[in-house]
Structure formats: C-alpha cells, structure tokens
C-alpha cells in the first residue's frame, strides 16, 4: 500500500486477554519500529527491526509484550495478560534503512488505540 | 544519553499571532534533529528536518534552525492558523533510533 497500515485501530479487551496488533509497512522499507503512547504523553520506544531481526528490543515493558516479523513486512505486536496500565495507543513506523541519524525520515501509522477494561 | 526536552504544552494562541515551540538537545556529535506533527485523528508527520549546524528547516510555513551553540532547534512561524492546532514532537537521530521529545499540544483559536 501506499503508507503504513496498521489493525485494528481500534482493540477494546479485557483485563488479562491477550492482544494482537498488526502493522504493514510501506512495501521495500527494512526498518520497522513499534512505540507507544500514552494520553498526553510522547512517544515510548518498544522494538525495533532490521529485516525480520530485533537488535533493539530493549523498550519492551516486560515479558509479557513480545513482536515478531516475517517475510521483512508485516509485523505483529503481542501483549499477553493485558493489564489496564497496557491502554495506550500503539504507533508502528518504517523507513527505509534504519538511519535518522543520516536524515531518514520516518513513516508512521494511524495507530492502534487499545483500552484494556 | 542523547535526549530531547520540548516545551511543555498546550499552548493556546489566537489565529495569526506568532508561534515559538522550545526544543533543546543533547547528543555526542551533530545528530540530524526533527519536528515532527501529529494532526487531530492522523498519524505522525514528519513536518520538516535539519542535517547539520546553522542548517534550516522549512516547510508550511515552520521554520526551526539548528543552532549548535545553543543546542536547539526552535520551530516558530510567523502567523498562525486554526488549521495548525496539532501535537509537535521534536526528535534528534541517533543511530537507527529517533529520541523524542514530549510533545507540545497546540491550540490555534479563530
């Protein structure tokens, strides 16, 4: 497609049911970046992939959320046991090597808002 | 850490009065710095980018700076309108990573 897609955009769910969440990236970009954000808050980095490999994964709050990526596309993002301090609206973004630190820019999705009840 | 600190919001102005949001950086070296805009129901979008010292951002009328000495990159533009009132992140690269700053909420009254 012609942007980053991302689904639901909307997840209502209960506390302690497991989530998916999915983004597809522009077609051709490597680079694939989950954040999340919180009302009235920036931006909280999750995971990062290079192809369908995390180096960075190092944002992820706790065991219980975990990404995968296949095919260097689609990528899902899983919470498991939701618990309400999980509501959030979850961005995903891709560019095309990884490397805004070379004036890359980024391309985001609408998001996924997600209320744990 | 490399970090970000942004002005903090919302910041309320009427139409066509003169817009300034603070940015501040630190990084080791000359990261390229960013504003980045979040419209009502849309996703985030890059509004405009500097590479190096001294360079200038433009675009829809936003201009930032990137201004070594002082470590910042100021977006400001010269007449607002009701169709600007958005969210601005300002964010520096860092390797493969973008640090983001908190974001200002803007409010543009008619």
């Known amino acids: 497609g012609a942007g980053v897609s991302q689904s639901p955009s909307n997840k209502v769910t209960e506390k302690g049911k497991d989530v998916e969440l999915r983004c597809d990236p522009i077609?051709?970009?490597?680079?694939l970046y989950w954040y999340r954000q919180s009302l009235g808050q920036g931006l909280e980095f999750l995971i990062y992939?290079?192809?369908?490999?995390?180096?960075?994964k190092s944002g992820l709050p706790s065991d219980r959320f975990s990404a995968e990526r296949t095919g260097g596309s689609v990528s899902t993002l899983t919470i498991q046991r939701t618990q309400q301090e999980d509501s959030a609206v979850y961005l995903c973004?891709?560019?095309?090597?990884?490397?805004?630190?070379?004036?890359?820019?980024?391309?985001f999705g609408s998001g996924t808002q997600l209320s744990v009840l | 850490g490399d970090s970000v600190t942004q002005m903090e919001g919302p910041v309320t102005l009427s139409e066509e009065a003169f817009l300034t949001i603070n940015c501040t950086y630190t990084?080791?070296?000359?990261?390229?710095l960013f504003w980045y805009v979040q419209y009502p129901g849309e996703g985030l979008q890059l509004l405009l980018k500097a590479t190096k010292a001294d360079d200038k951002g433009s675009n829809k009328g936003f201009e930032a700076t990137y201004r070594k000495e002082t470590t910042s990159f100021h977006l400001e533009k010269g007449s607002v309108q009701v169709s600007d009132s958005a969210v601005y992140f300002c964010a520096l690269g860092s390797n493969y990573q973008l640090i983001w700053g908190a974001g200002t909420k803007l409010i543009i009254k008619p």
């Open positions: 077609s051709g970009h490597t680079a």
């Open positions: 973004a891709s560019s095309y090597q990884g490397s805004p630190a070379t004036n890359e820019k980024l391309f």
């Open positions: 992939f290079q192809g369908n490999s995390a180096p960075d």
């Open positions: 990084a080791t070296g000359y990261p390229s």
